[in-house]
């Protein structure tokens, strides 16, 4: 049974706050009313449910004039893989035109696109961190609006992430397409608080933004996701563990990508003192994993509690461990681990041999100052 179903069902089972959350989807009286006589396009993908319905679905069976979908990484649909170029196509139950920004044509929407649409409807389960896409399209997006005058609803989501807020902020430096704003690599807000932010720092361009709020959720809430929100983030566990497992991404090893649980492990062919191993598969969503058919030797994380993986926030000690078991040096980074992680010292002091709370040191302060700031731009006390 999917992973994610059982993690559900077990908090169900104990009775948490999670099956009382009311995303913003579910509310259809605060928003639908205000896209009547409107010409309408939303930014979402598989995860814009409202219970048992599509989003999608949802607006056209009301009767909305929904006019175009845009697409996220991964897809309408959510499948392909992370950066995969998706087409554009055409929506099979509604007839909808999907415009994907993940396409050859570039991520940007285009003049007639913008021109179709009065408001843009956004809904996507984003999962917190810096270098989490969603995010960025959303502000690509609002952007766009910003400059054709075209308002926003944003149907907020919780953040399954947002319980704390730790890491390096970002240098600019290193601004890409995996960290386009100065905040921790796990900020803590929801995408309506970060679109609120964005705009009110001026990351963003002003514009008119709404956020329908999501009802019974705080923070503290733990929040199942009922879908997975990408093809290699498969269960509630890999969630928490990405912020810390995704820097192997700029790495040469394996974080299990072409495995059943990726995110969940990482390896090396030549790491040395492990009684773990796998080997990288092409399957769907991971056609052509790093050490693709390659056997790893590393360290499996799936016996890590969630509790400790949360207490121990960003953690650098998987990297220092991988780093110094392969022996490999500064070959064990790639150039996209700077883009990762955000700023230029951590690669310097990890080869050097600091400890992971040495380096976590350096950054504390900055997040201690960004707490501040995010405070006022909280939409869930």
């Known amino acids: 049974m999917n992973r994610f179903i059982l993690s559900l069902a077990f ?13 913003g989807a579910e509310q259809t009286d605060k928003y639908l009313p205000k896209l009547e006589s409107k010409r309408v396009a939303v930014l979402a993908n598989h995860t814009a449910m409202a219970g048992d319905r599509h989003l999608v679905d949802l607006l056209v069976d009301s009767g909305v004039n929904l006019v175009g979908i845009v697409s996220p990484e991964h897809g309408f649909r959510g499948t392909a893989d992370a950066g995969e170029k998706v087409s554009s196509s055409v929506d099979s139950r509604t007839g909808v035109p999907i415009w994907s920004l993940y396409s050859s044509q570039g991520r940007r929407l285009s003049d007639a696109q913008m021109s179709a649409f ?3 409807v956004v809904d996507m389960q984003d999962v917190g961190l810096r270098f989490y896409t969603y995010y960025i399209t959303m502000l690509d997006v609002i952007n766009r609006c910003a400059d054709f005058n075209r308002s926003v609803i944003i149907l907020d989501r919780p953040n399954p992430n947002g319980m704390y807020v730790d890491g390096p902020i970002l240098d600019m430096r290193y601004k890409s397409g995996v960290g386009a704003l100065p905040i921790p690599i796990v900020h803590g ?3 309506g608080e970060i679109a609120v932010m964005a705009i009110g720092e001026g990351w963003a361009k002003k514009c008119d933004v709404e956020v329908v709020k999501c009802e019974n959720y705080t923070h503290q809430s733990r929040y199942i996701l009922p879908i997975a929100p990408s093809p290699n983030l498969k269960t509630q566990h890999a969630i928490y563990l990405y912020p810390s497992t995704c820097l192997f991404e ?7 990508r072409g495995t059943d649980s990726p995110f969940e492990m990482y390896g090396h062919p030549q790491m040395t003192g492990c009684n773990y191993s796998f080997t990288p598969r092409s399957m769907a969503g991971a056609k052509n994993p790093p050490l693709k058919d390659t056997i790893c030797y590393g360290v499996d994380l799936r016996g890590v ?10 953690n650098l000690e998987y990297i220092i461990d991988a780093y110094n078991r392969t022996n490999l040096g500064e070959k064990f980074f790639t150039p996209f681990f700077e883009k990762l992680v955000g700023v230029g010292y951590i690669r310097t002091m990890i080869i050097a041999g600091k400890s992971a709370q040495e380096i976590r040191d350096c950054w504390q302060a900055d997040v201690e100052q960004f707490k501040l700031l995010r405070q006022q731009y909280l939409l869930y006390k």
């Open 118 to 120: 009065d408001i843009m």
């Open 189 to 191: 807000l929801t995408m």
């Open 11 to 23: 908090l169900l089972f104990c009775g948490t706050l999670s099956a009382q959350i009311i995303v």
């Open 250 to 256: 700029g790495t040469v090893c394996s974080l299990g």
């Open 305 to 314: 509690a969630d509790e400790v993986i949360i207490e121990n926030g960003f």
